[in-house]
């Protein structure tokens, strides 16, 4: 076989996925592991394959690169819809990718664009499989493409062992094809509690919202962060916390859930915040109980600011945690109740808590993220060659 090491590799992204959502965490995953594998010391070319809308996003990621970075970046706009040609490829195999965007030796796939036809090895990134863990949060779920996707792949890498597990279970997969490359998490050198600045200079007060002190929650539309659940917890142990803990929601809510929470004292709803660092850094814990996560990055992002978290015993996030974090069974709301009560009385569980969390971060960099995807993009290279 021949040692690729030293070798220049070439690849293309699937940067649509990453830069149609700025938001999204996709958008985190992917910019990061661009940033990470452009700053290694290493011949990489890679190219990011994207429609052409999304050009002044990518131009803005670009600019805030270093120029040796840059330099080993190409862009390549596509002057079709991705959708439209996913709908091609699923009646059709006849448009190569090469045809599309030029020849290269790897594909890497972030969401399902994945052709039916490509030269090169073919890799696809999965995040989770929510979809099918929790069908009945996700009736309408057109999950074709992802299938499709699945089925066309050369390779895959999940982004926990517990997504691996899922991915092979569902789609009988052999594990030798799966490679688990967890995701990183930029640390956080300061804890801002005297203020929180990034939106506003006060965005709790300027909300409405007078507290001492209070808790952090995430929500999603597809309800699979628990938030109803998290609430009720919270309001079983109200009275016993110390005067003035209130519990903040972050993120998008479904209508019924909007009402819901308007029901409980003491729990605020304030949507989507660009930054969610400076609320992290000031918040008391956080109250990660989701019900399903692929790998549950808000974990370490608590991690970097110093902030105590109480998360879920299932699918990724006790390999996330550790033993950094309390751990509940998401579906047992006294469970979850009396983890807030210690994390918000007891000051030892804190600082130990803090200081495992500290100590849990180092296991994750967006640097050892870009290392270990680099040794994928190596063996399947060497193995094809």
Sequence with gaps: ????????????????????????????????????????????????????????????????????????????????????????????????????????????????????????????????????????????????????????????????????????????????AVDVVHLGCKEKLTRMKQSIRGEDEDPLKTRGIKCKRFLLAFSSKDRRKNVISIARAFDLVRESLPQGTVLVIIGKLRRDEKAKLESFSMVYQVGEVDNVYPWLSQSYGLVFASLYEGFGLPILEAFSTRTPVITSNCSSMPEVAGDAAILVNPKDIREMAEAIKRLCLDEEIRKELIRQGSKRLKQF?????????????????????
Excluded at 30 to 57: D, H, K, M, P, V
Excluded at 80 to 106: C, H, T
Excluded at 365 to 385: G, I, N
Aim: net charge positive; hydrophobic share 35%.
């Design 1 to 176: 076989m021949i040692d690729r090491k030293g070798q220049d590799i070439n690849v293309l992204f699937d940067w649509d996925a990453v830069v149609r959502n700025p938001h999204s965490g996709f958008y985190t995953f992917g910019t990061n592991l661009i940033s990470g594998l452009t700053a290694l010391e290493e011949n990489l070319s890679l190219t990011l394959f994207f429609q052409a809308r999304y050009q002044g996003i990518s131009k803005r990621f670009l600019t805030g690169l270093t120029e040796c970075q840059r330099n080993r970046i190409r862009t390549r706009k596509c002057p079709f819809k991705f959708r439209w040609i996913e709908r091609l490829w699923q009646l059709f195999p006849y448009l190569s990718l090469e045809a599309l965007a030029g020849n290269y030796e790897l594909y890497h796939c972030f969401h399902h664009f994945m052709p039916p036809r490509f030269s090169g090895q073919r890799i696809l990134t999965v995040h989770d499989l929510r979809r099918y863990r929790l069908p009945h949060l996700y009736r309408r779920s057109n999950l074709l493409p992802f299938e499709l996707a699945v089925r066309r792949a050369d390779h895959f890498i999940c982004v926990s062992n517990a997504t691996k597990r899922d991915l092979c279970s569902i789609f009988n997969l052999n594990p030798r």
């Design 365 to 385: 960099s967006w640097e050892k993220s870009a290392k270990k995807t680099l040794e994928v993009y190596r063996r399947l290279l060497k193995s094809k060659s």
